[in-house]
């Protein structure tokens, strides 16, 4: 199978030093010297369509802008891209959530992906108005799911459960086609629901022994379920021409945050009731030191941001080498980004597709080579960074 590939927009501001911040954690200071207005943004998205991705991801909460909208307007600046759009079932009805999903598909000519997050961090679910513990969240989403699909099937649905209620539901129009469901959990409530529900099942980069004892419980809940689903990993990434380049600029990345700030997340972060969080954090303990925590692997985002916290660091060969590894493992989509998000899809698109291009692990979806045209707008139209 040729492998996916998607980008990652950042709807929260843009930096060529991390930008810190999510899962409850507001974002960092670092942050902030691109702002995240459809300019720029269109800029990452349609540089990320040329250069080979199908999607790009766009994160949910209140750290950043809201996702339906600003891909909603993205999808008039591109033309191919897909929009994996993240959205947390506690906060809309499963009626409505079907109807906007089958709007996204017929104004976008098919263009949604949708990556439901059940939501880990009780603090920020009450600022929505959301009052659930994180068990009760995730049956709600089973809930939710099991409307959403039998709405997009065409049924008329009546559903009275334990968190969702509703009567004589019915779409007027039906999804075409009916967007893939992205999941991610690494709690024991998680499992069940996305193997009844997702078609994709996403998990963080972790280091690759942790990564296939995951994929192997997911498959065993699936096989009981009889289903079985896809599997992609989300990953910062920082590839260069050499191993001492890309180096360089995480070790850059690293001495351009304060320890205060390091502090200040870390405490944040360990207050978070997702699983996936708390794996997150046992790779780096909050420490500087030891953050190759595989070859290649480096857990030095995760100081001061919330959710996925590593990256692929080296070559272009190298880090070829470390996706043909997840490969192996059953990864078959990488949902990736970068410091700055522009010049880092640049660095990825131009220097490791090709590599997998030529092992047969790759092709453009457009069926154009790797090697494509520079992006419209060059990037001396990019804001310089603030100086700090």
């Not at 891209?81 to 000519?109: D, Y």
């Not at 410091?339 to 899809?345: D, I, K, N, Q, V």
């Not at 597709?353 to 990037?379: I, K, S, T």
Request: include cysteine; glycine fraction near 12%; proline fraction near 6%.
């Amino acid at each position: 199978m040729t492998l996916t590939f998607h980008w990652f927009l950042p709807t929260y501001g843009d930096s060529r030093d991390i930008v810190g911040g999510g899962h409850g954690v507001p974002v960092g200071t670092a942050g902030g010297a691109r702002p995240a207005s459809i300019a720029y943004l269109g800029q990452i998205a349609r540089s990320a369509e040329q250069l080979g991705f199908v999607g790009a991801l766009t994160p949910t909460g209140a750290w950043c802008e809201d996702a339906w909208l600003s891909t909603a307007m993205l999808t008039e600046v591109t033309e191919r891209l897909k929009f994996l759009v993240a959205f947390r079932p506690g906060l809309l009805s499963p009626t409505l959530a079907a109807q906007m999903a089958a709007t996204f598909q017929r104004l976008s000519g098919g263009r949604l992906l949708l990556n439901v997050v059940t939501g880990g961090e009780s603090a920020e679910q009450r600022a929505y108005g959301d009052f659930l513990d994180k068990d009760g969240r995730y049956a709600r989403t089973d809930e939710f799911l099991q409307v959403v699909r039998a709405l997009w099937r065409g049924e008329t649905v009546s559903h009275r459960g334990e968190h969702l209620r509703v009567e004589d539901a019915r779409l007027s129009r039906l999804p075409d086609p009916v967007p893939p469901v992205y999941f991610g959990g690494s709690s024991a409530a998680a499992g069940p629901v996305a193997v009844r529900h997702s078609d994709v099942y996403l998990t963080w980069g972790e280091p690759p022994a942790q990564v296939a004892g995951k994929l192997d419980w997911i498959r065993g809940l699936a096989a009981a379920a009889g289903r079985q689903l896809r599997f992609g990993i989300r990953l910062h990434v920082i590839a260069r021409d050499t191993a001492d380049e890309a180096w360089a600029q995480a070790r850059r990345l690293l001495d351009g945050i304060a320890e205060a700030d390091v502090r200040a997340v870390q405490e944040g972060l360990r207050r978070s009731e997702s699983e996936g969080q708390r794996r997150m954090l046992e790779l780096h303990g909050g420490s500087r030191d030891g953050l190759e925590v595989s070859p290649n692997l480096w857990a030095g985002v995760g100081l001061v941001r919330g959710g996925a916290g590593t990256a692929l660091v080296g070559s272009h060969t190298e880090v070829a080498d470390r996706i043909a590894e997840y490969h192996a493992l059953g990864i078959d989509e990488f949902v990736l980004s970068g410091h700055p998000h522009l010049e880092e899809a640049y660095w990825f698109g131009e220097g490791v597709l090709p590599v997998l291009r030529r092992r047969g692990l790759w092709r453009h979806p457009a069926g154009e080579p790797a090697e494509v045209a520079p992006a419209a707008v060059p990037f001396a139209a990019v804001p310089a960074p603030s100086s700090r």
